[in-house]
């Protein structure tokens, strides 16, 4: 799945992943109208609203980025229809012939892990058969347990050819108070980041290893440390627009192949019409604004990388 | 809801919760034939065993326990139809008056936990409605991202009277890779204790706080410590019985009052049919078995609270 990604992000010339993350309040007035006068203003209804906006959003963009990343907190948040439409999303994007990575930042102790990895990654005995649950390309994992809590879910990817994207340095403002703590002279997400290469080397594809890792664009100079420490490692890289990271920001990401890392932005493309420079699509163009702001996206980050020293 | 668990613990005698975390391993092969006969070997077959399951676990120790912990990996791993074995299996306790402790060990950035925060413990806004999802009265909390990923948890917590168990030193034997790194001189376990005890003085219950801890029962030397540090904070303590914990490591997460701790137990409960000790109940009296099992657990920690010096 990992030569699936880097074969896409080749082909598009977008390192870029659409972060599907429906909030209510980006949602036009007229799906939601249209799906609460099906199903009422009920769990039923924001679970229809969601999945009309998000196939608006995925037909719109879906041969121009290799990638989209459901989170799933946006999802079940309403519940059993609400993990409904999680699941038809990851379902359409895959038909679609995007690679999903499923957000949904699991980590648990050993056996807890093993039913998070099979649930979203691998599948599950029932009896005599085998099925399929969730079924994302990529997961994202929580590493505070430490790695008995990490391994189920590299586990299951050996098994699946699929990957998983670690927290090493994530892009909120707080993550600090953890994540940079200096233990043994050195801040925790660089260990972290050294345990994400030692695992990914047990896991590689044909270039890449498919254990990532997730450091926020809001942190480019630990960007620009932890691209040192894990060379082989693909970074998920959350923060860009909505969250105040820039294009320049972005290069020390990347590797000198121009590969290596794939950016996220969520708000900055679903809800894009919503922002005074896609204005004059309108909500009914919402989708079609989302298409201008992943053109204008990539133009900013193949700008950068050309720019850069 | 801290004062009712705290007045259950007193009315049961029983700081106990029951983790329902039905494996498939578990489930006695008959309830497994009703199950995949109606259903198939499908997903909903598998639902539908781990919710008779359940149910039958539940009937013969709602009684003697304050509460339940339902591990929602263990139904999340089934896709849709376990999602709602996971939904119908929180209702069914709260009906039978059990204060139930989701353990979903939820944690993202803000905006995102806040969508985890309503969806398990909270309420979501549909059009002009009110809705609840999954309605967990407690549920566990990853802190990795920092207090910005945990105070959206907080404030649903003080809207809704509810509570939730911040990790701080897990049971598995890989905790201490970032939990125990040494910064500033003390281990970060303590650094999130002395967190979760200055969120727990804004959200004060009669006697302790809704805001608490999860720590191993692996652990006992550390939970003496973090005992002091989280005067007021609950400690939920996983990792008795099958993960290698006793009675007598208990007493530390204890208050001189007896309280403050509550311990958790769920193979060792409701798989106690498959243990030698039980065996004599067969597997058609599984349930039985969970309800002598919870029995001696009661016994255990009272014999230990009354041996300590």
Redesign the interface.
């Known amino acids: 799945m990992i030569n699936k990604l880097v074969g896409r992000i080749r082909q598009t010339g977008a390192p870029i992943v659409v972060g599907l993350?429906p909030?209510?309040k980006f949602i036009p007035e007229q799906i939601?109208e249209r799906a609460?006068a099906e199903y009422g203003?009920?769990?039923e209804?924001?679970a229809e609203a969601i999945w009309q906006y998000n196939k608006g959003i995925v037909d719109a963009i879906y041969d121009l980025v290799p990638a989209v990343k459901p989170?799933i907190?946006?999802y079940?948040?309403?519940?059993?229809p609400?993990?409904?439409a999680f699941?038809k999303t990851v379902d359409y994007c895959k038909e679609k012939g995007l690679v999903v990575i499923g957000d949904v930042?699991?980590?648990?102790?050993?056996?807890?892990?093993e039913?998070?990895a099979?649930?979203?990654l691998g599948k599950?005995?029932?009896?005599?058969?085998i099925?399929?649950?969730?079924d994302e390309d990529f997961a994202t994992v929580?590493?505070?347990?430490?790695?008995?809590?990490v391994k189920p879910f590299i586990k299951v990817c050996q098994e699946e050819k699929k990957g998983i994207f670690v927290?090493v340095k994530?892009?909120?403002?707080?993550?600090?108070?953890?994540?940079d703590?200096?233990?043994?002279g050195r801040p925790?997400y660089e260990?972290?980041g050294e345990?994400v290469a030692a695992w990914g080397e047990e896991c590689m594809g044909d270039t890449y290893s498919y254990i990532g890792a997730v450091v926020g664009a809001t942190y480019p100079e630990q960007g620009r440390i932890l691209r040192k420490i894990m060379p082989k490692a693909f970074i998920l890289v959350?923060g860009y627009g909505a969250q105040g990271g820039k294009g320049a920001d972005l290069v020390h990401f990347f590797n000198e192949d121009g590969l290596g890392a794939i950016i996220n932005s969520s708000r900055g493309i679903i809800a894009a019409y919503q922002q005074d420079k896609y204005a004059a699509y309108g909500a009914e163009g919402y989708a079609d604004a989302a298409r201008a702001a992943v053109l204008d996206m990539r133009e900013d980050i193949a700008q950068a990388l050309e720019n850069r020293g």
Chains 1, 2 share one sequence.
Not at 76 to 80: A, C, D, S, T, W
């Open positions: 993350d909030m209510m939601q609460f203003e009920t769990l209804g924001a989170q907190a946006m079940e948040q309403f519940g059993i609400g993990m409904m699941k930042k699991r980590g648990d102790i050993g056996s807890t892990s039913a998070y099979v649930g979203h599950v005995q029932v009896g005599t058969k099925c399929r649950s969730f929580n590493p505070y347990l430490g790695s008995d809590g927290l994530t892009s909120n403002p707080s993550s600090g108070e953890l994540q703590r200096i233990a043994e925790l260990m972290v345990q959350p």
